[in-house]
């Protein structure tokens, strides 16, 4: 069985900041690509920012200069450094990853329980 957990959601104020973390553990054999996707209230999920297993990083326009994702392959571990939070990132984050459980097996997306992350003041 593959789980990932993620942690470090919460309540912070315009301009505050967050640091999301999400740990795979379970049945892995390998690792993919990693990210972190959101959905606000009454929205559909977006995608926020993804990291190839090399560490090249792709962010959604909203985020870019503001979010920073990161990973350690060794740790099984994805982070999302949030800074200059705004309301409209209010939202449930997801993290997600693309696994390969085992060396016979395909590789297949899988997804965390979720986050909560509120920017209000």
């Known amino acids: 069985q593959v789980q990932l957990v993620e942690s470090g959601g919460g309540l912070v104020q315009p301009g505050g900041s967050l640091n999301l973390s999400c740990a795979a553990s379970?049945?892995?054999?390998?690792?993919?690509?990693m990210g972190w996707y959101r959905r606000a209230p009454g929205k559909q999920r977006e995608l926020v920012a993804t990291i190839t297993s090399g560490g090249r990083a792709n962010y959604v326009d909203s985020v870019k200069g503001r979010f920073t994702i990161s990973r350690d392959n060794a740790k099984k571990m994805v982070y999302l450094q949030m800074n200059s939070l705004k309301p409209e990132d209010t939202a449930v984050y997801y993290c997600?990853?693309?696994?390969?459980?085992?060396?016979?097996?395909?590789?297949?997306?899988?997804w965390g329980q979720g986050t909560q992350v509120t920017v209000s003041s």
């Open positions: 379970g049945s892995i054999f390998s690792i993919n690509a």
């Open positions: 997600n990853a693309n696994i390969r459980p085992r060396v016979d097996y395909f590789f297949n997306d899988y």
